[in-house]
């Protein structure tokens, strides 16, 4: 397809569908029941060698791929952290498809880099990070703890590894808790620094780490000769929402000098609400911070926003200007290009500032209100309803529950039968809910934060989860 006049027809005839997708998002099963394989098994082996029709591709996209499809926006999607879109942020990859913009420098487009340091700026404003911070719009939050963690790999080398490799640094440690996520062990081994010098540090009854036993092992650590580097502390684990105590680490980090980095990917986006504020209390002493508007803030994945105190340091991490790319700019504004590990970089800021002018802070503040409040409403009903057991504090938006049948005793049978329940629950294609393990037991994981979540859905997923624990129950009985 060349031809503007069928380019826009076809625009004009997928946008309705999109509208209509929205309006009939329901009816669609939340998790496709389908084998592995067997889209494969349906598409071609070979490439075509001649074009077809818009209306031929568009059909097999409803009706090979579509099938195939987890509906993240379905607002019974509850697994795993949401990837939720918007309106505005959809019209938003509209344009930037569009317009196709390479955003690598402020000269390959002026504008991207200039919205990039003011949505930037305003993000770094409505979760209440202190003006020293600057920040880049990164794809992930595992990229943007790479990039915190080779800065301070960087910064305690003396920048030496960048050159020579790892010659005389080679005992570096790095903290965090045994409930970060598994970004930060990814990251350690890229940085070439080793998982074996990850520490993950206990935690406490609510998931959250022990600062008393963090500032213990960099004293060990720094007893035998180690060199302790960061600390990566998380506002809001993947497993259970937990806080490490930012506070105390960053006090810990600021008398060993160490570099603290704060993972907030999913929970960063509740800081935009006043009542939150107290969480960042001790981010002054943090060198870098992320967290992901593609999460919770109603923004297109990709966009991790990404800030730093100290942006010489991770801009000498990463500068590399070849003849090709020199420019006479490159002093004066901000080179995203020098600020990570990719060159080319995607207008990501377009989609940020259309949500947050499209919806605006206080719509923004009132839709993730409204998700905390919804999840503590059900907190209150899972906690007096019969067997259930929430299993960790509900912080945010996410509650980690199981239910504990009558006659099991055993925890790997408890386990068994909760992993059982879960499967129940997703093969209905009415919720989806993903799960994990906290002390050994196995917990449902339900997060209410999708942008079109309604209270009449969030009931309809509880009388569901009793409805099918009652099923199995009979079940048990029956075989009993
Ligand atoms: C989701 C998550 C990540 C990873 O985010 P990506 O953007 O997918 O890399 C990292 N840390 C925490 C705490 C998360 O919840």
Not at 7 to 15: D, G, I, L, P, S
Not at 429 to 435: R, Y
Request: aromatic letters at 12%.
């Amino acid at each position: 397809m060349k031809n503007i006049t069928e380019f826009r027809e076809q625009a004009h005839k997928m946008v309705d569908w999109i509208a209509d997708y929205f309006v009939q998002i329901r009816q669609y099963p939340v998790k496709p029941k389908i084998e592995p394989n067997q889209i494969v098994s349906e598409l071609p082996a070979h490439p075509p060698l001649s074009g077809c029709s818009m209306d031929e591709i568009f059909t097999d996209f409803k009706n090979i791929v579509l099938p195939g499809i987890t509906h993240w926006q379905h607002p019974n999607f509850h697994g795993y952290f949401p990837s939720n879109n918007s309106f505005p942020s959809i019209l938003a990859e509209f344009l930037t498809a569009a317009i196709g913009t390479q955003c690598m420098k402020w000269e390959t487009s002026p504008a991207g880099t200039e919205l990039e340091i003011v949505v930037m700026n305003w993000l770094r404003e409505m979760i209440g990070l202190p003006e020293s911070f600057q920040g880049v719009i990164n794809d992930s939050a595992s990229t943007s703890t790479l990039c915190a963690i080779l800065a301070a790999r960087e910064k305690y080398s003396y920048f030496e590894i960048n050159d020579k490799g790892f010659n005389s640094f080679n005992n570096f440690k790095i903290y965090c808790s045994s409930e970060a996520h598994s970004s930060v062990e990814k990251a350690v081994k890229i940085a070439g620094i080793g998982s074996y010098n990850l520490t993950k540090i206990p935690v406490d009854e609510n998931f959250a780490m022990n600062p008393a036993y963090l500032r213990k092992c960099i004293e060990n650590d720094k007893k035998s000769g180690k060199l302790p580097i960061c600390v990566i502390a998380a506002l809001g684990t993947t497993g259970s929402t937990a806080v490490d105590p930012l506070y105390e680490i960053a006090n810990i980090c600021a008398d060993y000098n160490l570099w603290l980095h704060v993972d907030a990917a999913f929970a960063g986006s509740a800081l935009i609400l006043p009542e939150f504020k107290d969480l960042l209390k001790g981010i002054k002493l943090a060198q870098s911070f992320v967290f992901n508007p593609h999460k919770w803030l109603f923004t297109n994945f990709d966009c991790s926003a990404f800030f730093v105190q100290d942006k010489d340091t991770l801009i000498k991490t990463f500068e590399l200007i070849p003849e090709y790319l020199k420019t006479k700019t490159d002093v004066k504004i901000n080179d995203y290009s020098n600020w990570g590990p990719g060159l080319g970089r995607r207008f990501r800021a377009l989609k940020l500032w259309f949500v947050i002018r499209s919806f605006g802070v206080s719509e923004l503040q009132a839709m993730i209100r409204n998700h905390i409040a919804m999840a503590k409403t059900l907190e209150q009903k899972i906690r007096v309803a019969q067997g259930f057991e929430i299993l960790a504090p509900v912080n945010f938006n996410l509650i980690c529950f199981r239910y504990k049948p009558k006659s099991l005793i055993e925890q790997s049978k408890i386990n068994t039968w909760n992993e059982k329940l879960l499967s129940v629950l997703n093969a209905s294609g009415k919720v989806f809910l993903s799960h994990t393990k906290l002390n050994g037991n196995y917990v449902l994981r339900m997060v209410l934060a999708q942008t079109n979540i309604e209270q009449s859905d969030v009931d309809m997923a509880w009388d569901l989860i009793q409805a099918k624990v009652l099923e199995l129950e009979q079940e048990n009985l029956l075989s009993a």
